[in-house]
């Protein structure tokens, strides 16, 4: 079976440009429609269909693009199911918060209050 993770050398900038709907696909892909609602802070997997087909866009991006990013990086390391094991695991360097979690929950830098 073929991951779904693109070649490693593809990260930040790569991220950076890469169109919202392939950012959802990718994570799709890796994590599930699930996991990708939670990270994206969706009530609904019906919500990232949307992201998907580009009938609505995720606001913010941010978490969905940094998500992008960690996957890639573990996913040229370790196995599919390591990364999503990684993604939903209590996380020692986070005070025991799911990455997940931490990115969905993250502040927005374009958002944030001068």
Request: net charge positive; no cysteine; charged share 20%.
């Amino acid at each position: 079976m073929t991951s779904p993770v693109r070649a490693p050398g593809r990260r930040a900038d790569d991220v950076a440009r890469t169109p919202t709907r392939e950012v959802v696909g990718e994570l799709v892909a890796a994590l599930g429609s699930r996991v990708v609602a939670y990270i994206g802070g969706a009530g609904h997997t019906k919500f990232v269909r949307a992201w998907a087909d580009g009938t609505a866009a995720p606001r913010p991006e941010t978490a969905l693009r940094a998500a992008l990013h960690a996957m890639r990086i573990i996913a040229a390391s370790e196995s599919p199911n390591v990364v999503q094991a990684w993604f939903m695991g209590a996380n020692t360097h986070l005070g025991l918060e799911a990455p997940a979690t931490v990115l969905r929950d993250a502040k927005d830098p374009a958002t944030k209050s001068r």
